[in-house]
């Protein structure tokens, strides 16, 4: 899942309720969104993802990295960053800038709805319940931070994948703007998307590091979403793709 997984899970983070700390209610920045003004517009996308997140998940995310950075750094010295650390960072004295970014929930299409393809694509799509959220540090894409409900308390999965981040990010800012976006995972084509809409809302999907590689694809035209590629399009590989990884599987 192009994730590093920890090695201590004992510390659930409990759902907080506070209305004051709802991702929904959020304040608002005062800065100008521009397209020469990176950290305008990263604000500007990280509320427009948070109106949809669960209330009190940020709260909890923003306890869960703090543990999370606790857990990894407790017995690293000073200039002692390990080559396998899960957050891109040079020093272990940057973690105290780290910020939670866009925040979206993992989507899927199931095996058996996706080959038998009598849908449009974003019809297929159903939520898994499991969130990612873009750490920054200086407004630069440093991990993803997981969370899932576990027994009525958001819990961190794990925290890695510095260049899922970037590229989250990146498309996110290029193809979504201020609106929201779908995050799109086939795990039996190892294969990730973008969902977002064009200017007749239609559905239109950004290749992400995994399908770029897996399906061999171009990345994204750097252009409007019209010009990105629409779910018939995708459907024959990643159908092809997902019969031949289920038969691989033992029988």
């Not at 095996?111 to 873009?134: K, Y």
Request: with cysteine; hydrophobic share 40%; charged share 20%.
């Amino acid at each position: 899942m192009m994730k590093f997984t920890l090695t201590s899970m004992a510390f659930a983070v409990a759902l907080i309720t506070c209305a004051s700390a709802d991702a929904k209610t959020q304040a608002s920045t005062n800065l100008k969104e521009s397209p020469n003004n990176p950290t305008a517009n990263a604000a500007a996308l990280t509320n427009a993802t948070a109106s949809r997140e669960p209330q009190g998940l940020r709260n909890a995310a923003e306890q869960g990295l703090r543990t999370v950075i606790a857990e990894l750094t407790r017995d690293l010295k000073a200039g002692n960053l390990p080559n396998d650390f899960p957050i891109e960072i040079n020093d272990l004295s940057e973690l105290k800038s780290a910020k939670l970014g866009i925040g979206f929930e993992i989507h899927t299409i199931q095996p058996q709805t996706l080959l038998a393809g009598n849908r449009p694509m974003e019809q297929m799509v159903s939520g898994t319940g499991i969130w990612n959220f873009v750490i920054t540090i200086n407004n630069h894409p440093v991990a993803l931070l997981e969370m899932e409900k576990s027994y009525g308390k958001w819990t961190v999965n794990g925290i890695g994948g510095a260049k899922l981040a970037q590229d989250v990010q990146n498309a996110a800012q290029t193809h979504s703007g201020k609106d929201a976006f779908r995050f799109v995972r086939i795990y039996q084509a190892t294969a990730d998307f973008m969902e977002v809409k064009d200017s007749n809302s239609k559905a239109r999907y950004v290749p992400l590091i995994a399908a770029r590689e897996t399906l061999k694809m171009a990345p994204a035209p750097a252009t409007n979403a019209s010009n990105l590629s629409d779910g018939s399009d995708l459907l024959p590989s990643l159908q092809n793709t997902v019969r031949a990884n289920i038969a691989r599987l033992p029988r």
